[in-house]
């Protein structure tokens, strides 16, 4: 798509929670193109296998297992801060750069996702701690926090919870939001969350 659209493009499989994959990543997308100009931080999920023997959505944070607690903090808290940590000295080499952390509704409301809503949660706020540490180099880190977006993998997720007819919303409004960060956001608009769900 993006070379049909004239662009050129290539594409890496990496292991997001080994460090030194992730080294390996950055390296080879400054290889090609000899600069990282925008980093979306969009790696995560919630497997299904994590409900494995539990009954009911809500697990209590005395039910969860130190392997599902791991199991989640690593794919939606590690990933981000392993790939951030390889991609900002690049940028600020360069003297700008912009990131955009996708974080959930779940991080920014109470919320009984358990570990899923920590890690959220934790993308906030280092999404303000890396705002304040590389404003004076030029970058700027902003995040989205989606409510439920329809996905093929939240249908089944929502099919396995028992709440199929949950209204959702569209991944196309999520993709705006991060557009509107890396495009049209002040210059001085860094260390923010935009909320994508209603809120009272």
């Known amino acids: 798509m993006i070379e049909d659209a004239g662009g050129t493009a290539i594409s890496l499989s990496r292991d997001l929670t080994d460090g030194e994959q992730v080294a390996d990543m950055v390296k080879t997308v400054v ?3 000899g600069r ?5 931080n969009n790696a995560g999920g919630y497997p299904k296998e994590i409900y494995k023997n539990i009954e ?6 005395w039910e969860w297992s130190e392997e599902q607690w791991d199991q989640i903090i690593k794919t939606n808290l590690r990933i ?20 955009v952390n996708v974080s959930s509704r779940m991080g920014r409301i109470a919320s009984q996702m358990g570990a899923y809503a920590v890690a959220k949660g934790g993308i906030v706020t280092m999404t ?4 304040i540490q590389t404003k004076e180099y030029g970058i700027k880190c902003n995040a989205v926090s989606p409510g439920i ?13 028992g709440q199929d007819g949950c209204p959702m919303g569209s991944s196309k409004d999520v993709a705006k939001a991060i557009i509107y960060l890396l495009a049209d956001s002040p210059a001085v608009m860094t260390g923010q969350s935009i909320d994508l769900f209603t809120t009272v």
């Open 31 to 33: 290889d090609k193109y």
């Open 36 to 40: 990282i100009d925008i980093l979306v």
């Open 56 to 61: 009911h959505q809500a697990i209590k944070i």
């Open 80 to 99: 981000p801060f392993l790939v951030t940590k390889n991609v900002v000295p690049v940028m600020i080499k360069q003297g700008k750069g912009d990131i």
């Open 128 to 131: 303000k701690t890396t705002a």
């Open 149 to 161: 977006v329809d996905t093929p993998g939240q249908r089944v997720y929502n099919h396995s919870v």
